[in-house]
């Protein structure tokens, strides 16, 4: 009785050594979600070295890159974009998520550190971290309830706006700025239905305030939400709005690879 007793504690320790070995891959939704993720956003144009590469190289190069990505599934997750096409000046970017912005750095150092990594130049890196919500709290309860609006899903366009504020945003009592926040607020509603959001602030770790992300199947709508928050008063402290703004196509590593090989 003893000895199976010992038996299955032994097989009980041995399975749970090996599954913490393998190591769990992070949690994705979480990252996603909580506060106090740190994230980068990382832009890259393709060099000429990568495309006079033949397909050979090129087809080990792309094995390299998907072994890093792998490498880093237990401490991060990593979105890709395409920009290719829809701009001059970038060809992709990569939204990376951790508890820990070593980790970020760690992963793009490996990543960069690629046959595919050298031939790229790092046309632009944001940083930011996720936090519990500042001005929600204090708005009506009618217009939170609308807030709560589902956001939708498996959106095919991204856009990037990094916006700085000016000293005199700062200067503002919190109560100043809960109102203007609650005007900022009034014309999005109506879009919730057709943009999903989220926000990272940037202040202190990087030059900019706020990096603001948005998907959506409908840029006309994105458009027009864009217009109405121009026509605010809260526009008025929006030192930095883009530049760069970044408007790409949300797509897998494999397929981003595969359209920069060709
Ligand atoms: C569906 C569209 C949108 C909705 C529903 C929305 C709503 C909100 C809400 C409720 C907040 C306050 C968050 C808090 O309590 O901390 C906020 C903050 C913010 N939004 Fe929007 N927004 C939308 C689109 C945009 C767009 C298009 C931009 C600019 C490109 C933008 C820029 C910002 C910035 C920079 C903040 C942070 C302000 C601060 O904390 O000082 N938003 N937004």
Redesign the pocket.
């Known amino acids: 009785m003893r000895a199976r007793s010992v038996l299955v504690l032994l097989v009980f320790a041995v399975v749970t050594f090996f599954t913490q070995a393998a190591g769990a891959e992070v949690d994705r939704e979480k990252l996603l979600k909580d506060p106090g993720v740190y994230a980068t956003f990382a832009v890259f144009k393709v060099g000429d070295q990568w495309s006079q590469m033949d397909r050979e190289a090129k087809a080990a190069g792309v094995m390299e890159v998907k072994k890093v990505f792998q490498k880093y599934t237990e401490k991060l997750t990593v979105d890709t974009y395409l920009l290719r096409g829809l701009s001059e000046k970038a060809d992709f970017f990569l939204r990376v998520h951790s508890k820990e912005m070593l980790d970020n750095q760690n992963f793009l150092v490996d990543f960069m550190g690629t046959t595919f990594g050298k031939a790229l130049k790092n046309t632009d890196t944001f940083n930011g971290i996720t936090k519990a919500?500042?001005?929600?709290p204090s708005f009506p309860e009618e217009l939170k309830a609308e807030?709560k609006t589902p956001p939708p899903q498996g959106s095919p366009y991204v856009v990037v706006?990094p916006?700085r504020?000016d000293a005199a945003w700062w200067l503002m009592s919190q109560d100043d700025?809960t109102a203007l926040?609650k005007e900022?607020?009034d014309p999005?509603?109506a879009?919730?239905k057709t943009?999903k959001?989220k926000?990272y602030h940037s202040s202190g770790l990087d030059d900019l305030d706020?990096i603001?992300y948005?998907e959506t199947a409908k840029l006309d709508d994105f458009n027009n939400?864009?217009i109405g928050?121009l026509k605010v008063k809260e526009n008025r402290h929006n030192q930095q709005?883009g530049n760069p703004l970044l408007l790409g196509t949300v797509r897998p590593l494999d397929e981003i690879l595969e359209i920069l090989s060709r």
């Open positions: 919500l500042n001005y929600v807030l706006v916006i504020k700025r926040m900022h607020t999005t509603v879009y919730l943009v959001r926000l706020f603001t948005f939400l864009v928050l709005f």
